[in-house]
């Protein structure tokens, strides 16, 4: 859902008429310019300056974050183009036994708790824009951390290039006191068939007991994340994890520092992984926060009240991670896209 | 290539990929507007603005000399940068495309309000900044970053980058003080 859909529409025609092939394409059509909205806002625009105020200089970084903090946002799923030509549907169901099991009722409730079919709830904007096969949707169940991961096969509407049009989808919320809204921490990653059959597909991540609004953890100081893998593949061990995107505001020095704590192995039910990992801890110069506000993107805290001690961003990271079969053979040694949250001590807030 | 960046590169190839895209950035880039003006109406058409602009420029992205976002909020600096020097907000680029006048509901205008962080001044005044200065600012400050890394990146001496973020801050304050 957009919040100006006559935008969205307008240049959809414009693009329309502009990306067409190059023989129609007109490249600056004429046009007399809107210049009734321009004289009404060329008399506000007057007053703009006006508007310069007293402000604390820290807040300078407000765009910055804005302009760069994106990065933290800019997730691990960044390379389904990289798949191999050719997969298939059908191969993504030989290679995933959790999707050749029936369909149970545990299998369409998780589904209709994740992806309501009268979905109110406005979902992140996701990369591609896929249709997911509901009739193929599985459920897997991680008891001890009362948490639910969905599957999905999807037919991507906007092909991840040589990715080809099929994929996966891999989704999970978290029950009990702190429930995640499906589709918003653990994201909603789908990637192609032949990216995921070469180098699996994560979720995550989720902190459990994380309370964003006074930037503590409650509870064990863990993090959760799911790989999802294709069937022989009876434990998977993470190695090496390297950093996929710069945070805004961030040492990537630091950043670095901190991921390279990261290790763990898990064994996997159900073509899942299920990885808690100690939340690792960045050491670098302490950043500010920007203020209190609804921020959408960046160090802001959700105020009202102090601003908390910690902020715990999510950043896009690359593990080398070893696939081993049931008798400990390796069965493939890959890179995997995944997302970690850090822990990041800050500097006191500014009065704003 | 982030995910944004496969975003604009698909964006090249039709409407629909391209309205992806605009559904991407659309909050980020009206509240960095919002923030930049404090009014939802001057937020809308300068977004408008922005988003049509990438549309003309999108086929000459590069993801291999840096990311989506910061393609794209560059031509939002852009844009702000010169509205204000001609005290009217630039349209353009909506005319050449033959795009219609943005029109606002109240609850549309308050929707966008509420994306403000409530401390636009200072993304103005740091928009407004030479680019030089806010280059500088953006990666010491902002970013953290070393000046000699800095230095390296904008190939100029460590010395120029410490006196342009020093200048750059002076600006910054004395225009968040009240100065022009």
């Known amino acids: 859902m957009t919040i100006l859909p006559e935008l969205e529409r307008d240049l959809f025609n414009a693009a329309e ?5 190059a023989t ?53 799923r960044a390379t389904a183009s990289g798949a191999s030509g050719g997969s298939s549907r059908t191969e993504l169901i030989r290679a995933l036994g959790v999707l050749r099991r029936p369909q149970t009722k545990a299998d369409l409730d998780g589904l209709e708790r994740a992806y309501p079919r009268r979905d109110t709830i406005v979902s992140p904007p996701t990369r591609y824009p896929y249709e997911m096969d509901r009739r193929l949707a599985r459920v897997v169940s991680i008891p001890a951390w009362r948490a639910e991961v969905l599957i999905a096969p999807v037919r991507f509407e906007s092909s991840p290039t040589s990715g080809g049009p099929e994929g996966v989808l891999l989704s999970g919320w978290w029950a009990g006191d702190r429930f ?15 990216e995921f059959l070469a180098r699996g597909l994560w ?11 006074h930037g503590v953890v409650r509870g064990p100081d863990v993090e959760d994340g799911v790989l999802l893998v294709p069937d022989g593949v009876a434990s998977v061990q993470l190695g090496r994890v390297t950093l ?34 100690a939340i690792p801890v960045y050491a670098g110069r302490p950043p500010h926060w920007l203020g209190p506000g609804p921020s959408l993107l960046g160090a802001h805290w959700p105020g009202p009240g102090p601003a908390p001690k910690f902020w715990f961003p999510a950043v896009g990271a690359a593990v080398q991670d070893t696939w081993f079969d049931a008798s400990g053979h390796v069965v493939s040694r890959t890179t995997t896209e995944i997302g970690v949250t850090l822990r990041v001590q800050m500097a006191p807030a500014a009065n704003h | 290539m982030t995910d944004e960046s496969h975003l604009l590169v698909q964006a090249r190839s039709g409407a629909r990929e391209f309205a992806a895209f605009y559904r991407h950035f659309e909050r980020p880039v009206l509240g960095f507007f919002v923030n930049a003006t404090g009014r939802s109406d001057l937020a809308a058409d300068l977004t408008a603005e922005t988003f049509a602009r990438a549309l003309e420029a999108v086929a000459a992205f590069d993801p291999t000399r840096g990311r989506a976002d910061q393609w794209l909020f560059g031509i939002a600096r852009h844009v702000l940068a010169e509205s204000y020097r001609r005290r009217r907000v630039e ?47 953006e990666a010491r400050v902002l970013d953290g970053r070393e000046y000699p890394e800095i230095a390296d990146e904008l190939r100029c ?20 003080a009240g100065g022009q």
Do not use: W, Y
Request: glycine letters at 10%.
């Open chain 1, 17 to 21: 008429e502009r990306l067409r092939p």
């Open chain 1, 24 to 76: 129609t394409a007109p490249h600056a059509r004429p046009s007399p310019p809107p210049s009734s909205v321009r004289a009404r806002l060329g008399r506000a625009a007057a007053g703009l300056p006006a508007i310069l105020s007293v402000a604390v200089a820290i807040a300078v970084a407000v765009i910055a974050v804005v302009v760069l903090g994106h990065g933290h946002q800019a997730g691990p």
């Open chain 1, 180 to 194: 995640q809204l499906p589709g918003r921490l653990i994201g909603s990653p789908a990637t192609s068939v032949g």
């Open chain 1, 203 to 213: 979720g995550g991540p989720v902190v459990p007991g994380l309370d964003v609004a």
């Open chain 1, 244 to 277: 996929s995107a710069q945070v805004a505001g961030l040492s990537t020095k630091a950043m670095i520092a901190a991921l390279a704590t990261i290790h763990g192995s898990a064994a996997v039910h159900d073509n899942i992984a299920a990885f808690q990992l």
């Open chain 2, 91 to 137: 349209a353009s680029a909506r005319a050449r495309l033959g795009m219609p006048e943005l029109i606002l509901d109240d609850d549309t205008a308050e929707t966008i309000v509420r994306l403000s962080s409530g401390h636009g001044d200072a993304s103005l005044a740091l928009a407004l900044l030479p680019d030089e200065q806010r280059r500088a600012i």
């Open chain 2, 157 to 176: 001496s460590e010395a120029l980058v410490r006196q342009r973020v020093s200048r750059g801050l002076r600006a910054v304050r004395s225009r968040l």
